[in-house]
C-alpha cells in the first residue's frame, strides 16, 4: 500500500501510516508505557485484554493478539512465523486500511508491531477507539434494539462482502452500535480475501446462530421480522 510504511527497530518490525512513521516505536505496544504516562482511559482483563489509551486528540484500542481455542492451553501468544506479511498483525491492519479507505465503518488503524523470536512471534495492533458504542448483543439483552438498525447491518455485512473480506467471527459481539444506531464492525483477526463464493452465505449462518445463541442466553425471543430485515438489507446493498 503506498500510504502503509514499515519501519524495523531492534526485533520489532512497526506498520503505521506514514504520517506516524516518524513518531511511532515499539513502546507504544506496551501497556506499561501508557500507564506510566497516565494516558490508560481504559482497561479490560481475561484472554482478550485491552487497553484505551490517549495519544494526542484521538483515543487507540490497544489489542495483543492471543491464542484461542484448545491450543491456547499450551501456547499462549505466539505464533508459527511464515513471514512479515502473513502476520496477523500485518493482516488485519491491511484489512481495516482497505475497508476504511472504502467507506465503511470499521475501526480505523493507527499501527501494529510484530516481534519475531527464530520460528515464531508475538503481535500487537492499535486501532482508533470507537467511542460511546455497545455491542448488539447488550442491546439485544435489554431489549433496546433501535427496529431501524436490522437493515443497516445487513447492509454493512454485504459491503464487507463485497469487498471479498471473510469475517471470521461475524457475531452479534462484534457488530456495535452508537447512541444514534449507527452500526460497526470490529474484530477483524484472522479475516481473509476471497473471491466470491460459499463463505458469504456461511458468513450470514454464522451471524443467524449468533444472534440465537445471544436470544437463548439472554431469556430473549430470536426476532424472526429483525433477521428478515437484516437478510433484506444484505440483499439490497449495492455492490461496490
Known amino acids: 500500500m503506498a500510504d502503509a510504511k514499515v519501519t524495523v527497530v531492534g526485533r520489532d518490525a512497526l506498520l503505521?501510516?506514514?504520517?506516524?512513521?516518524?513518531?511511532?516505536?515499539?513502546?507504544?505496544f506496551a501497556p506499561d508505557f501508557w500507564r506510566a504516562s497516565g494516558a490508560v482511559a481504559l482497561e479490560t482483563s481475561g484472554r482478550g485484554s485491552v487497553w484505551i489509551v490517549s495519544h494526542g486528540g484521538e483515543r487507540w484500542l490497544l489489542r495483543h493478539y492471543h491464542r484461542g481455542g484448545f491450543v491456547s492451553r499450551f501456547v499462549f501468544d505466539h505464533y508459527l512465523w511464515l513471514g512479515l506479511e502473513r502476520s496477523r498483525a500485518f493482516r488485519e491492519w491491511r484489512l481495516l486500511r482497505r475497508l476504511s479507505d472504502a467507506g465503511l465503518p470499521v475501526p480505523n488503524p493507527a499501527a501494529a508491531r510484530v516481534r519475531r523470536a527464530g520460528p515464531v512471534y508475538t503481535a500487537d495492533?492499535?486501532?482508533?477507539?470507537?467511542?460511546?458504542t455497545r455491542k448488539l448483543s447488550a442491546f439485544i439483552a435489554e431489549r433496546r434494539v433501535p427496529?431501524?438498525?436490522?437493515?443497516?447491518?445487513?447492509?454493512?455485512v454485504r459491503a464487507v462482502h463485497d469487498q471479498g473480506?471473510?469475517?471470521?467471527?461475524?457475531?452479534?459481539?462484534?457488530?456495535?452500535?452508537?447512541?444514534?444506531g449507527q452500526v460497526f464492525l470490529v474484530d477483524f483477526d484472522n479475516a481473509h480475501v476471497r473471491p466470491p463464493g460459499v463463505w458469504q452465505q456461511r458468513g450470514l449462518e454464522r451471524l443467524e446462530r449468533s444472534l440465537r445463541k445471544v436470544?437463548?442466553?439472554?431469556?430473549?425471543?430470536?426476532?424472526?421480522?429483525?433477521?428478515?430485515?437484516?437478510?433484506?438489507?444484505?440483499?439490497?446493498?449495492?455492490r461496490r
Do not use: K, M
Open 165 to 180: 473480506v471473510d469475517h471470521p467471527d461475524l457475531t452479534a459481539h462484534n457488530l456495535l452500535l452508537d447512541a444514534r
Open 16 to 28: 503505521c501510516a506514514p504520517t506516524l512513521a516518524a513518531a511511532a516505536r515499539p513502546e507504544w
Open 125 to 132: 495492533i492499535l486501532t482508533v477507539y470507537i467511542p460511546d
Open 215 to 238: 436470544a437463548l442466553e439472554t431469556s430473549t425471543d430470536f426476532n424472526e421480522r429483525a433477521w428478515a430485515e437484516l437478510t433484506a438489507g444484505y440483499g439490497g446493498a449495492q
Open 147 to 156: 427496529e431501524d438498525c436490522w437493515r443497516r447491518v445487513g447492509r454493512l
